[in-house]
């Protein structure tokens, strides 16, 4: 404020000083009460134009900091898209790995169904070899009985062993059953 008082001050005096004394339009000089409202005037004007420059300041430094302030939220959100990119990133490799997974605990499934089928035909093929040596048993001799019991015991054993295999199949696809469940729904979850 002081130096645009100076300056205006500074500026005002060589010209009045080459001027001279105001005169009115009779040729008297003006009086000393006239020049004083003159300066008074002055005075004011440099007032107003230095409260217009600190205003004026003050709203650029407030349009500074405002500029400031988006700066660094546009830094920030900057750097979270980065980081969302990342974890797009990884997340689509999660994914691609659990349908790997899928795919291949469902081809180990149809495998092992396919097995299972095998079996329970194979087990009621022996089944009804064991039906008809029992029917044979009847209509044969004693001789010959003592023999055909001794098959059947083993075709029994046989059986026996393939429904423990049957058993263990069967819970093998349900355990990878319930395995593909557990990828499927994790899969949709993402």
């Given amino acids: 404020m002081m130096w645009i008082l100076c300056f205006i001050y500074l500026a005002g005096v060589p010209w009045a ?3 001279g004394p105001v005169k009115r339009p009779g040729g008297a000089a003006a009086p000393q009460e006239e020049v004083n409202v003159l300066n008074f005037g002055v005075l004011q004007l440099g007032e107003s134009l230095n409260d217009m420059h600190q205003r004026t300041e003050a709203k650029v430094a407030n349009i500074l900091r405002t500029l400031k302030a988006r700066e660094d939220a546009l ?11 990342e974890v797009e990133k990884q997340i ?9 997974l899928t795919f291949k605990q469902g081809a180990e499934t149809k495998m092992t169904e396919g097995q299972l089928a095998n079996m ?9 070899k064991v039906k008809s040596l029992e029917a044979q048993l009847n209509r044969t001799s004693p001789t010959s009985i003592k023999e ?7 075709n029994a054993s046989i059986l026996k062993g393939l429904q423990h295999l049957t058993q263990f199949q069967k819970q093998n696809i349900d355990k990878h059953a319930k395995q593909l469940s557990t990828l499927q729904r994790m899969s949709e979850s993402l």
């Fill in 17 to 19: 000083v080459q001027a």
């Fill in 75 to 85: 830094e920030q959100l900057r750097e979270q898209t980065q980081q969302a990119a």
């Fill in 120 to 128: 329970e035909r194979e087990e009621a093929v022996l089944r009804s």
């Fill in 92 to 100: 689509k490799g999660v994914i691609l790995l659990l349908q790997d």
């Fill in 148 to 154: 055909l019991q001794e098959r059947a015991t083993f």
